[in-house]
């Protein structure tokens, strides 16, 4: 049985599921929190300037990021009192445990100075639902492979693949049958040894590259 595979351990990550806004009212003053999940600065950038643009009538439009489990982080309070709101918008990040997000808290002034300990709750409460809003998933690095086996080993390919984890995720047929299968990184061995038994050496199996896969949680 042929070979080709990568090295290297489990990968995990944890961000939110999705893109998601709520909204918060606090004396006449209303707070809509954006998160989305980002892959780096640009995307975050990005983020926050569209932003910017859509409620470009609001008094405030404050940020925060963080990627790669806090390596990078960026916060503005955007014209607010130092400290009222980039950095709490930025707490909610690291209390979430997640990583690798962006939430944009707008601030609709309703004419009521809501004071420095107001104004934190307000813009904690509002990144908090909007993370609420968003949910959260883990993304794992699957690996993915191409198996060549005969049609007599196919069935008993297909059937052994979810007992080590390992998902189809299609195939071809012609002199012989091509499944494209992905396995967490890290039970690389698992896969090669469950071909290797149910093909009695013949299968042929060979890393195509990795990818994430995200399943809410």
């Known amino acids: 049985m042929k070979t080709e595979t990568p090295s ?4 995990k990550r944890i961000t939110l599921a999705r893109e998601a806004s709520a909204e918060y009212e606090e004396k006449k003053s209303v707070f809509i929190g954006h998160a989305i999940p980002v892959k780096n600065e640009d995307d975050a950038r ?14 405030h439009n404050c940020y925060a990021y963080m990627l790669a489990d806090g390596s990078v982080a960026r916060y503005s ?7 009222t709101a980039g950095i709490p918008i930025l707490n909610v990040i690291k209390m979430s445990g997640a990583t690798d ?10 004419g009521i100075l809501l004071g420095t300990g107001g104004l934190v709750r307000a813009y904690t409460t509002a990144a908090k639902a909007a993370l609420d809003e968003a949910g959260f998933a883990v993304y794992e690095t699957y690996s993915v492979f191409r198996i060549d086996v005969s049609y007599s080993d196919y069935q ?8 080590i984890g390992a998902t189809e995720d299609g195939c071809e047929f012609g002199e012989g049958v091509t499944v494209t299968a992905a396995v967490v990184s890290g039970r690389e061995e ?13 299968g042929k199996i060979t890393f195509v590259g990795e990818e994430e896969r995200a399943a809410e949680i």
């Open 8 to 11: 290297g351990a489990p990968k």
């Open 46 to 59: 990005v983020f926050i300037e569209s932003k910017k643009k859509e409620y470009h009538d609001a008094r």
């Open 77 to 83: 309070d955007d014209s607010e009192p130092q400290g």
């Open 101 to 110: 997000m962006c939430i944009v808290v707008t601030r609709y002034f309703g």
């Open 156 to 163: 008993k390919l297909t059937a052994a693949l979810p007992k």
């Open 190 to 202: 698992e896969l090669k040894k469950t071909v290797s038994e149910v093909t009695y050496g013949k």
